[in-house]
């Protein structure tokens, strides 16, 4: 799955006027909220105080997307489930509380980093207190029950990923498959709207494989079409898909210019641990 970061360097196309910050541009396909939800307008709209709940919306959503980075690193700190879920709840509603927009460090450039080191501070000072209230104290950010079923993880990390690697590395391995995981939810859903939900299911496991792996022949015996459409349609779907992982990846860096970097490291980082 890591070959799909990859192919977003190195083709280096479509290029989505979404990701390339180009302002009252849309690309096919892409909602218009977008835009307002990119971490550099969050940024923005703390320091100069303008567009304030459009800003602590959209962090709001951010922190749905990367539920699952935070939970497992606070895991990996040798808490129980239980106890994981409770400190999780409590960071979430500590990130969305007035002052920590204010205090997010532009120098971290993005919203990864900048959350890890949030989390890293926060489970310091969880660690010298006896926790006595309730999961998100008197708030609870989104039922636990919701973020299950709604984001069930579906790349695999290996065993021995999860027995070597130190937990940043992990949390960044959970932020990649997560990363990967929007992006081809959200070409499901676009599939689907399309009538198309059967080309999905029969053609996103070739999405990061090499041309010559793909076997054209046998996929339109399968599928009961000209092997022409089963290409033309696999090369939309890549392409469609590449565009949506830049998407995704620009949401949680504060300049475009770095989005190719940020993919390079999350690409980097699926590579040490999944199958």
């Not at 994981?84 to 927009?101: G, P, S």
Request: aromatic fraction near 10%; hydrophobic fraction near 40%; charge should be negative.
């Amino acid at each position: 799955m890591y070959l799909a970061f990859y192919a977003c360097i190195e083709e280096g196309e479509p290029q989505c006027s979404l990701v390339n910050g180009k302002p009252g541009e849309q690309g096919r396909g892409e909602p218009r909220e977008f835009v307002t939800t990119r971490w550099s307008l969050i940024l923005s709209a703390a320091s100069l105080g303008s567009e304030e709940q459009k800003a602590r919306d959209a962090l709001a959503e951010l922190c749905r997307t990367y539920w699952r980075p935070i939970f497992s690193f606070v895991q990996t700190r040798g808490y129980s489930i239980e106890d994981a879920q409770d400190l999780t709840q409590d960071f979430f509603v500590i990130i969305l509380k007035d002052n920590w927009l204010q205090q997010a460090d532009r120098n971290r450039g993005r919203f990864r980093s900048l959350l890890l080191r949030s989390l890293q501070n926060f489970l310091i000072n969880a660690a010298e207190k006896t926790h006595s209230r309730k999961r998100g104290g008197d708030v609870e950010f989104i039922s636990w029950d919701d973020w299950i079923a709604e984001a069930p993880s579906q790349l695999s990390i290996s065993a021995q990923a999860l027995d070597s690697l130190p937990p940043e590395r992990l949390f960044d391995l959970s932020w990649a498959t997560t990363v990967v995981e929007h992006a081809l939810r959200r070409l499901r859903e676009e599939c689907e709207s399309k009538g198309k939900l059967w080309f999905f299911r029969a053609l996103s496991r070739h999405l990061t494989e090499e041309r010559d792996e793909v076997s054209y022949a046998n996929l339109s015996a399968d599928l009961g079409v000209a092997e022409t459409i089963v290409k033309k349609q696999l090369h939309k779907m890549r392409q469609r898909y590449r565009c949506l992982l830049r998407a995704e990846v620009s949401r949680t860096v504060e300049n475009p210019a770095d989005v190719d970097d940020e993919i390079r490291y999350l690409c980097a980082a699926l590579a040490a641990g999944t199958d």
